[in-house]
């Protein structure tokens, strides 16, 4: 039987817990949750509780806490510099990438991206959902966009950057990055390869096949994220 | 400059090639390339050729072969069982599993598995795209549906099923791994998963969060073809 999760800022501190506005509204007229029902609540930090539904109608839920699910351990941060991509492309990247484990996605705009706006709102809740339906605790935030010049200032962590002449991207580079850098569908230039080089990134590749966009930023931010 | 491939039964054997049909139309109407232009062309086995453009209309291609490019090594087959998803999830699949060099989709029905129809044409289509996009120098078949059950009968080799309670897919296990089984949106049944152990099939899972089929694809897919 799948459980229900929810992310929002529960306070799970106490054994009963009222739930109003948009989500009572969704358990009691979308999902149809009955009195009895167990499901999960996340407070968005790391802490999880299963809890059942005493009373419910669309006003107000009323849960009773069963029990502390679980308190993760950290996550590791992987942080997601994505090129804008085509809207469903980008759109893709947002849910994936959450599944996958990132935990920042910063979209930013390279000499060769075409596209410029993203509509954030839309984005995070594509990550919110992903980020319940595969069990996350936390919802990955997502940022404006800025300039991939901007974002050299900002990092923190080992970067890598993919294009096709890097060298391997091995266990060894997979555990020690933070920082992922995806380009455009038209690829990076020489002069941004370069400069990422002088800022001591690594260049990889993640095989001999061209992978699109947003199917290299699905693999690597797995690898990333799953590397023991 | 990005180099156009072209991926039919081409014979590359003689120095020129005159190409006709649908993809003559596609190079001067759609592509609108021009004489003297470098494409890429290959018989869709492991040989592929590079060319230049010496006469161009829509009913008929003049090109001349310049040199034998790749004589790809066996890729390493991997066959891909996946449960038919819903129908943008399952197109989802034949191109991102392309990408990352599956051999053959076999998609399956399983007891929980909703939709049971696939527009095969289309999928073979989608996966031509790809392979050309990425580079490959073949396109993996994609066959008519057949039952769990049946798979069980045909397959040979090395087969890892994917669910949250299989153990770890280490680097030994992606190194041996032919077939790929991958469960519908409500996942496998007990008796399944039983049968698939009676069947010597490891059970493994890609980490701890829950990964929706088109994910797990993707991500078992780039494991077992990228592994060395």
Not at 3 to 19: Q, W
Not at 50 to 78: G, Q
Request: glycine letters at 6%; proline letters at 3%; charged letters at 30%.
């Amino acid at each position: 039987m799948k459980i229900h999760r929810f992310i929002d800022n529960f306070d799970l501190s106490k054994p009963e817990l009222e739930i109003t506005g948009e989500i009572s509204k969704q358990m009691a007229l979308v999902l149809k949750l009955k009195v009895g029902e167990k499901i999960e609540l996340s407070d968005g930090t790391h802490i999880s509780a299963i809890a059942y539904i005493c009373k419910i109608d669309k006003k107000s839920v009323l849960v009773k806490i069963e029990k502390i699910n679980k308190i993760l351990k950290n996550e590791k941060k992987v942080h997601l510099f994505c090129a804008v991509l085509k809207k469903e492309n980008f759109e893709l990247v947002a849910q994936k990438a959450t599944e996958c484990g990132v935990s920042k996605i910063i979209p930013i705009i390279t000499e060769r991206t075409i596209k410029t706006g993203i509509n954030i709102e839309r984005l995070q809740k594509i990550a919110k959902e992903a980020s319940e339906q595969s069990g996350r605790m936390t919802v990955p935030e997502i940022s404006e966009p800025i300039k991939f010049l901007e974002a050299l200032e900002t990092i923190e962590g080992d970067s890598v950057l993919f294009d096709i002449s890097g060298s391997e991207f091995t266990n060894n580079y997979q555990l020690k990055t933070k920082n992922l850098f995806i380009g455009p569908e038209g690829g990076w230039t020489k002069k941004e390869i370069e400069l990422a080089k002088q800022n001591n990134f690594k260049i990889a590749t993640l095989g001999p096949l061209t992978l699109r966009g947003e199917t290299a930023t699905i693999i690597a931010t797995y690898l990333v994220s799953n590397i023991k």
